[in-house]
């Protein structure tokens, strides 16, 4: 598998999502749009409703839940206060998924390059590459607040391409919602979603998927197969 990446010529470039792709943070999510919900005597949004945003800007997301008479900045206001508090928590915890570290280095040793692109603000990325000992394995970082347009528009690809030097033919986004596969038909580039984040596989391959893996284990020979052809597959 890794024999079959280094004969892909570079540059190339893995762009991941975060939530529900790198790391399970569903829960702090829910619970920070609820104590932002609920702080202004709105009703709570059903869980599901929640993780079907996420992966949007905030403010955008936010917008999906709000009833049309509600405003979107104390909630908006709210929910950052919310997740403040949560990351101060000494028991705040967003698990990373099976095996994704050992594949980082995979994909490293065959000289691909890395990056995140998130609907994240920065100070929250920087926060959750830090509790996971990632800080500095992403060479371009790519967040909601970075960008004159969030996910599903390209820009953040984009720029990611323009930091890297990598092409379209070679760049690659990994990700676990509609919005990363819309994201990257939008830039060119080829999409895998992964199945255990938080949109359903039906919807991963209708909004422009080109692979669909299960496990971190199968994403290297994915990434060669869509950046390198299937001839370089062993």
Do not use: N
């Not at 839940?65 to 705040?92: E, G, K, M, N």
């Not at 986004?173 to 992964?194: L, N």
């Amino acid at each position: 598998m890794q024999d079959s990446l280094t004969q892909i010529s570079p540059p190339r470039l893995v762009i991941f999502d975060c939530d529900g792709t790198l790391v399970d943070s569903q829960h702090h999510i829910v619970g920070a749009m609820h104590a932002a919900f609920g702080a202004h005597g709105l009703a709570l949004p059903a869980a599901e409703a929640v993780r079907r945003t996420v992966g949007l800007p905030l403010a955008a997301a936010i917008q999906h839940l709000l009833p049309p008479d509600a405003l979107l900045a104390p909630v908006l206001d709210a929910y950052r206060t919310a997740a403040i508090s949560q990351r101060q928590d000494p028991d705040h915890h967003e698990p990373l998924y099976p095996d994704l570290l050992e594949t980082l280095d995979m994909l490293e040793a065959a000289g691909c390059l890395l990056g995140i692109a998130t609907g994240k603000a920065r100070r929250g990325l920087d926060f959750t590459l830090a509790a996971h000992g990632l800080t500095g394995r992403f060479v371009t970082l790519q967040t909601a607040d970075s960008v004159p347009a969030g996910k599903p528009a390209p820009d953040m690809v984009l720029q990611a391409m323009a930091e890297t030097g990598a092409a379209v033919p070679s760049t690659i986004m990994v990700g676990d919602t509609t919005y990363d596969m819309e994201m990257a038909r939008h830039a060119g580039v080829a999409a895998i979603g992964v199945t255990w984040g938080y949109h359903e596989e039906r919807m991963l391959r209708e909004a422009g998927a080109s692979r669909i893996i299960s496990g971190f284990r199968e994403l290297p020979e994915a990434v060669a197969e869509l950046i390198g052809g299937t001839e370089c597959v062993r």
